[in-house]
Nanobody, 127 residues
Framework: QVQLVESGGGLVQAGGSLRLSCAAS????????MGWFRQAPGKGREFVAA????????DYADSVKARFTISRDNAKNTVYLQMNSLKPEDTAVYYC????????????????????WGQGTQVTVSS
């Protein structure tokens, strides 16, 4: 049984930083790319970032590029999202998800391409 457990969310002032973690278990971590999505109040879930199996390739939504960094530690079965220069519009529940392939593609920005999801962690950025 695959489990993804996010942590690291919280309340931060605009301009601050947070690092989210997602610990995975249940199947071979290095067989899958990983992604982060977020859902703001009253909005649909949107793609944030993705990373391939080795960490050698990443992809970001334009809204977070140059502010957020996705990384993974395959020895710890964990994926991270370092969020800097946070803005109030970054306020959302953040979800990690496990992709259905090792490699990123055009589909890695699509929710339906991910097989497993964490429960989410709340990030609130105050102005």
């Amino acid at each position: 049984q695959v489990q993804l457990v996010e942590s690291g969310g919280g309340l931060v002032q605009a301009g601050g930083s947070l690092r989210l973690s997602c610990a995975a278990s249940g199947r071979t971590f290095t067989n899958y790319a990983m992604g982060w999505f977020r859902q703001a109040p009253g909005k649909g879930r949107e793609f944030v970032a993705a990373i391939n199996w080795s960490g050698g390739r990443t992809d970001y939504a334009d809204s977070v590029k140059a502010r957020f960094t996705i990384s993974r530690d395959n020895a710890k079965n964990t994926v991270y999202l370092q969020m800097n220069s946070l803005k109030p519009e970054d306020t959302a529940v953040y979800y990690c998800a496990q992709y259905r392939s090792l490699f990123l593609s055009d589909r890695s920005r699509m929710e339906a391409s991910y097989d497993y999801w964490g429960q989410g962690t709340q990030v609130t950025v105050s102005s």
